[in-house]
Nanobody, 123 residues
Framework: VQLQASGGGLVQAGGSLRLSCAAS???????QGWFRQAPGKEREFVAA????????YYADSVKGRFTISRDNAKNTVYLQMNSLKPDDTAVYYCAARRLLLGASTTLTDYDYWGQGTQVTVSS
């Protein structure tokens, strides 16, 4: 599975962005997630979604501001980011688990990774 992340950019604090992660093949049975890595920091979990889209998980730092969703007909997962803060500045990576594996917020549990897209929030 190849993942292609897009949608990053420069936005002012309080603004919104929507990230997309397109998969090269069907991933409707796979948990997918978003992680981010700020300069000088470790990559951290942001959000995850089940294969059906019925279950979602969020880091406390983004809960209530970010929404993860998926369109299995398009093999695409989205991350809608609202009320952005300068602390959200990072490279955002999409990731997927192998088929039929369950939910995880752990980076090393994900098997496939996109190339990352830069999100910069100015104050």
């Amino acid at each position: 599975v190849q993942l292609q992340a897009s949608g990053g950019g420069l936005v002012q604090a309080g603004g919104s962005l929507r990230l997309s992660c397109a998969a090269s093949e069907r991933t409707f049975s796979s948990y997918q997630g978003w992680f981010r890595q700020a300069p000088g920091k470790e990559r951290e979990f942001v959000a995850a979604i089940s294969g059906s889209g019925g279950r979602t998980y969020y880091a406390d730092s983004v809960k209530g501001r970010f929404t993860i969703s998926r369109d299995n007909a398009k093999n695409t997962v989205y991350l809608q980011m609202n009320s952005l803060k300068p602390d959200d500045t990072a490279v955002y990576y999409c990731a997927a688990r192998r088929l039929l594996l369950g939910a995880s917020t752990t980076l090393t549990d994900y098997d496939y990774w996109g190339q990352g897209t830069q999100v910069t929030v100015s104050s």
